[in-house]
């Protein structure tokens, strides 16, 4: 193995460094466009059902490439993929700025983007196990901050850009971000391919096991895809203003960041299975969801923190268990579950964009708090398989 994965702590913090600005960077365009929501709509006229095409579409595209990426990173090595995707995103960002005349023009670039977040996704869960860092699990919880931290951002380009000097701008920052990426996985993940026997092998859990993770992961994910796609419309339908409705949703995501990162600090010394973990935590979740029924400012806010705080903290836990219990094909085994968190977040608009519709925000937010109890439930009924 090359000297780099065996280097000091230094070495390690720059290689999770760097994955996480990749996770960041795929991530971004997909959560941006549910931040831009009353921005873009405006632009293009469209409705919240229609629109939440622009949402699921990116996430619909990451279904397809989930379990095809999963298999072939095993092959091909992470490296390889992450830039691949990068470089694609890269491009969507840049098209999305100074070309897209079109709504169905930025939802075709939005899936484009979606299928190599896919990509990358099962990439980065591989090269932190070929690693070999000693706290896997704090890895995994930096890791998965780059999800909320795609969030964070996009809701301050709200009011400092999209309010500013126009939404597109922020798409073109996010080509920016994607060229740091770029540069700090060419510099600090090496070019590895797995031993043909390694890539061959299927994950050590039943796939059974893996499939109900990912439906579980997929109830959960619906309610964090409903969180991210409408807090900033739900607020500003709520009486905040657009700025203040956008910095709620930073805050949101800075509250699922710090959570998530101390979360890492236990997990490689916990003793309790992370899917009971997990399942628990996201009852807290459901308590601020339901608060968000309530339509008034300063409810919302405060809902708005607790539903981040406990809405989006479990992906730390389910991936630390299945990293864990498949190690040698954590590409594989994390391209079933995905399957299943990116049927929920593509979901998750359409559905709830059809329901803002019919009957307002407080019966989508219900049907959302139903689906978090529905996910809490099946994972701790398999809390002991991983």
Not at 71 to 87: E, H
Not at 165 to 190: M, T
Not at 361 to 367: A, D, E, F, L, N
């Amino acid at each position: 193995m090359p000297e780099r994965y065996r280097g000091p702590v230094a070495q390690h913090r720059r290689i999770v460094a760097a994955i996480m600005v990749a996770t960041v960077s795929t991530v971004y365009p997909g959560f941006l466009i549910g931040a831009l929501t009353v921005q873009v709509s405006d632009e293009f006229s469209v409705t919240e059902a229609t629109y939440g095409w622009g949402l699921g579409g990116f996430f619909l595209a990451a279904t397809a490439g989930s379990a095809v990426f999963g298999r072939l990173v095993q092959r091909v090595g992470p490296r390889r993929q992450i830039l691949t995707g990068l470089v694609v995103t890269l491009a969507m960002n840049l098209y999305i700025a100074l070309l897209a005349g079109g709504w169905w023009q930025l939802v075709g670039a939005l899936a484009v983007a979606g299928f190599v977040n896919a990509s990358n996704q099962t990439a980065v869960n591989l090269a932190l196990t070929q690693a070999k860092i000693p706290r896997l699990g704090l890895a995994i919880a930096l890791k998965q901050s780059g999800m909320p931290m795609a969030s964070m951002i996009s809701g301050l380009m709200v009011p400092a850009v999209a309010l500013t000097v126009g939404w597109r701008w922020a798409y073109g920052l996010g080509a920016a971000l994607a060229v740091v990426a770029i540069i700090g996985v060419l510099r600090y993940i090496d070019p590895l391919r797995p031993a043909r026997r390694q890539a061959r092998l299927g994950p050590v859990s039943g796939r059974r096991d893996l499939l109900m993770a990912a439906v579980l992961g997929g109830c959960l994910s619906f309610a964090a895809g409903s969180l991210n796609a409408w807090i900033v419309s739900s607020g500003v339908d709520a009486g905040l203003g657009e700025g203040t409705a956008g910095l709620m949703l930073s805050l949101g995501a800075a509250s699922g960041i710090a959570l998530r990162v101390f979360a890492g600090t236990r997990l490689d010394l916990m003793t309790l299975r992370p899917f009971l973990v997990a399942g628990l935590m996201v009852l807290a979740g459901a308590v601020g969801v339901a608060l968000l029924t309530v339509r008034s400012p300063g409810i919302h806010m405060i809902a708005t923190l607790l539903a981040f705080a406990g809405g989006w903290v479990w992906p730390v836990f389910t991936n630390y268990g299945i990293v864990r219990t498949n190690a040698a094909t954590a590409g594989a085994a994390t391209g079933v579950t995905q399957m299943g968190v990116y049927i929920g977040v593509f979901l998750a608009p359409l559905v709830t964009g059809w329901l803002i519709e019919q009957y307002g925000y407080g019966t989508m937010w219900s049907v959302v708090v139903v689906m978090i109890l529905v996910g809490s439930t099946l994972a701790l009924w398999v809390r002991n398989r991983f």
